[in-house]
Nanobody
C-alpha cells in the first residue's frame, strides 16, 4: 500500500511560481513511476508530468512544457513539481500518483493517488 500526500499549493499571481511536493509512504518508493495530474473545474483530469522510477526519464504535457519541471528524491521518498510562469489556465487541483510500470501514456497503471492540492493562479 502506498500513501501519497501533496503539499505546496496555494494562490499565486500570473507569472509567479509554486513548488508542489508529494511525500510517499511506500517501502520501495524507488520502484514506482510517478506522475503529476491536474483537474480544472468542469474538465477531465489530465496528466501534466511524469518521472520514471529512477528519475532519469521525464515527460510533459505540451501545455506545461518549458514551464514545469518534475523531479524526485528517492532518498526522501518525495516527488516535486516546480511550476514557473504560471498562467490562469493552470488553475486546478493537482494530484500526484504512483504506479509500477506506469508512464506518461499508461495512465491505468497509476494505482495510488493523493488527495490533491489546489493551485489557483490569479490573472
Amino acid at each position: 500500500q502506498v500513501q501519497l500526500l501533496e503539499s505546496g499549493g496555494g494562490l499565486v499571481q500570473a507569472g509567479g511560481s509554486l513548488r508542489l511536493s508529494c511525500a510517499a509512504s511506500a517501502e520501495v518508493f524507488e520502484l514506482y513511476s510517478m506522475g503529476w495530474f491536474r483537474q480544472a473545474p468542469g474538465k477531465e483530469r489530465e496528466i501534466a508530468a511524469f518521472v520514471s522510477a529512477s528519475g532519469t526519464k521525464t515527460q510533459y504535457a505540451d501545455s506545461v512544457k518549458g514551464r514545469f519541471t518534475i523531479s524526485r528524491d528517492n532518498g526522501k521518498k518525495t516527488v516535486y513539481l516546480q511550476m514557473n510562469s504560471l498562467k490562469s489556465e493552470d488553475t486546478a487541483v493537482y494530484y500526484c500518483a504512483a504506479g509500477l510500470g506506469a508512464n506518461f501514456n499508461l495512465i491505468r497503471r497509476y494505482n495510488y493517488w493523493g488527495q490533491g492540492t489546489q493551485v489557483t493562479v490569479l490573472s
